[in-house]
């Protein structure tokens, strides 16, 4: 089958495109390489236009009609840059997809996976959430997302179109087969800076936050492998009318599923998991809460298994073992 995948030249949306083709599938991708990388596109299906561009997508449906549905990954993500420019943020991130949900009803194609994110969450006393747990975006990045779901919602009642949101954690890793993987010179996530630091590419890596009530003070997270993240995509989009089926088919076309792997693993642990894989221990240091940090959360991942039959398979240590492969042979194959 065929599928657009939005910003399918990005971290996610590539591994997603790989997790298609290793499962026969067919990705289309649609990306302005606003940040995403063109070597990511190689030897596939690539239009290089923004999502909000109404005659590239008729140009995309008019030479692929058996498109079945689409992954709307394409977005601006890093949390502080849209602190400073919230315009672009907006702008990218929610009139940009008002205008694709648009083309994609009115080319007949209604059918699409939302790529959201856990920092819509509030922080719960346990840390626990599952999808009916209390949203608080605290950021204008986790606000478009927010908006995003609002505005899909709305579109699934009154266009006929049928939208499920899905809720990322906190990937990590790259493609095992090594395809793709993290492509920012100087990664912000923490597995990143790890890596960083493991490879000498900056001095000491900072444990920012060390009294939060979690177990060991330092912030907690649910680290899902990359991969696992896409094999889910390949579930909900395959088998899309499966899924709703399995939900009881709400009236309102639309669902929200959280991608996690149900464990909460503190910053503290995850440095402990690393140093063990890498086989060191790296330089370290602790310090406060950036502006905006919260405890954190991880995710009750049920709803996920009743819906997608999908859960995580590959542990921690696996996403950081190829997070670390990623980082020595990325330069091998992305010209920075
Ligand atoms: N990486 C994470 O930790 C994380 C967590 C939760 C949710 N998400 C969501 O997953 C999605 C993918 O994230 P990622 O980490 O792969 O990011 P990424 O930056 O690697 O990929 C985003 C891609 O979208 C493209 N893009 C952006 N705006 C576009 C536009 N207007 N038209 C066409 N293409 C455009 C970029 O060129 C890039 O290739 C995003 O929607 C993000 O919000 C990511």
Not at 274 to 284: A, L, M, N, P
Request: hydrophobic share 40%.
């Amino acid at each position: 089958m065929k599928f657009l995948i939005t910003g399918g030249a990005g971290y996610i949306g590539s591994t997603i495109c790989s997790a298609l083709e290793d499962n026969g599938h067919t990705p289309v991708i649609l990306d302005s390489l606003i940040t995403g990388r063109e070597e990511f596109t190689r030897n596939r299906i690539f239009y290089k236009a923004d999502i909000a561009d109404r005659s590239a997508l008729e140009t995309i449906f008019r030479e692929h009609p058996d498109i079945k549905a689409t992954v709307h990954c394409a977005a601006l993500i890093v949390v502080p840059e849209s602190v400073s420019q919230p315009y672009e943020y907006y702008t990218d991130n929610v009139a940009k997809s008002l205008e694709l949900f648009k083309s994609l009803v009115d080319l007949g194609c209604p059918k699409l996976v939302f790529s959201s994110s856990a920092s819509i969450y509030d922080v719960v006393p346990n840390f626990m959430v599952n999808e009916e747990s209390p949203l608080k975006p605290t950021s204008p990045y986790a606000r478009t997302k927010y908006m995003m779901e609002m505005i899909l919602k709305d579109f699934c009642t009154a266009y006929g179109m049928k939208g499920i949101a899905l809720r990322y954690f906190n990937p990590i890793g790259a493609d095992p087969k090594m395809r793709s993987g993290i492509h920012v010179k100087n990664p912000s996530h923490v597995l990143g800076k790890l890596v960083d630091t493991a490879l000498g590419k900056q001095s000491t890596f900072d444990i920012t936050g060390v009294d939060w009530p979690t177990r060991d003070g330092s912030g907690i997270r649910d680290y899902i492998h990359v991969w696992d993240l896409a094999r889910a995509h390949v579930n909900a989009i395959t088998d899309f009318d499966g899924v709703f089926e399995r939900a009881g088919n709400p009236d309102d076309n639309y669902l929200v599923i959280n991608l996690g792997t149900g464990n909460g693993v503190t910053v503290k642990e995850l440095v402990a998991a690393f140093e063990k894989v890498y086989g060191k221990t790296i330089h370290k240091r602790e310090t406060g809460p950036r502006p905006g940090d919260v405890a954190g959360s991880y995710t009750n991942a049920d709803k996920a298994w009743r819906l997608l039959k999908w859960k995580t398979e590959l542990p921690i240590e696996k996403g950081i073992e190829d997070a670390l492969r990623w980082g020595e042979i990325r330069e091998t194959i992305l010209k920075f």
